[in-house]
């Protein structure tokens, strides 16, 4: 399976803190997405990096993708209460139809 | 701008009644469209997506079916519903010209529970 797998698979913060997430899969990719789902709602794309790259940026967000480890990981820095969200990444790959979606990272940032 | 609709936004039905889940995009020509189905807590589960009118691909077998009557209104349907089909149902589109591994912008769900 190509599917992300997202690490941790909750996590606690501080406001002002800043936030981890990672992501691996197991095959080869054409990009990588970061998505962001508020309780209840639907999927608000946050960034996407192409296998050629290994970092962008975007306003607080930065994502990294190694592509020799198969991991990908999203710093969101000087967490805000409304950072609160789940986030998932999917993969577009060689092979595939369509965007695989990992279970996702639930972030709770405490005021 | 574009705009991604779905109806109704919840929804409680017996088991064995029929559904149909409505979506439908603004804005924009030719999307690929597609329906997700996700558990609570859990990731996302891609059940169909069309590159165009009449055109639709299942990537689960289920009792679900999906059509694409006009090029901007992607349908999800069963004829009997089971239990193990309550979720959170979502509609996203993507643009055609970007490939299926284009960004996807997706509506705001359906909550569905079948009792």
């Known amino acids: 399976s190509q599917q992300g797998e997202e690490d941790p698979q909750a996590l606690s913060i501080q406001e002002g803190e800043n936030a981890t997430m990672n992501c691996s899969y197991k095959?080869?990719?054409?990009?990588l997405q970061w998505y962001r789902q508020n309780s209840g709602r639907g999927l608000v794309h946050l960034i996407l990096?192409?296998?050629?790259?290994r970092e962008k940026h975007s306003g607080r967000l930065r994502v990294t993708l190694d592509t020799s480890k198969k991991s990908s990981s999203l710093l969101i820095t000087a967490s805000r209460a409304a950072d609160t969200a789940s986030y998932f990444c999917a993969t577009g790959g060689t092979g595939a139809n369509n965007l695989f979606f990992g279970t996702g990272t639930r972030l709770t940032v405490i005021p | 701008s574009q705009t991604i609709h779905q109806w109704p936004a919840t929804l409680v039905q017996p088991v064995g009644s029929p559904l149909s889940l409505e979506c439908t995009v603004e804005g924009t020509s030719n999307p690929n469209l597609y329906w997700y189905r996700q558990a609570a807590g859990r990731g996302l589960q891609l059940l169909f997506y069309?590159?165009?009118?009449?055109?639709i691909s299942s990537e689960v077998p289920q009792n679900l079916s999906a059509s694409r009557p006009q090029d901007r209104q992607f349908i999800l349907s069963s004829k009997k519903l089971l239990l193990s089909d309550s979720g959170f149902y979502l509609c996203a589109w993507s643009v055609r010209s970007r490939g299926r591994f284009g960004t996807q912008y997706f509506g705001p769900g359906t909550r569905l529970l079948v009792l």
């Open positions: 990096i192409r296998s050629n790259e």
């Open positions: 095959t080869s990719i054409n990009n």
């Open positions: 069309s590159v165009g009118i009449g055109q």
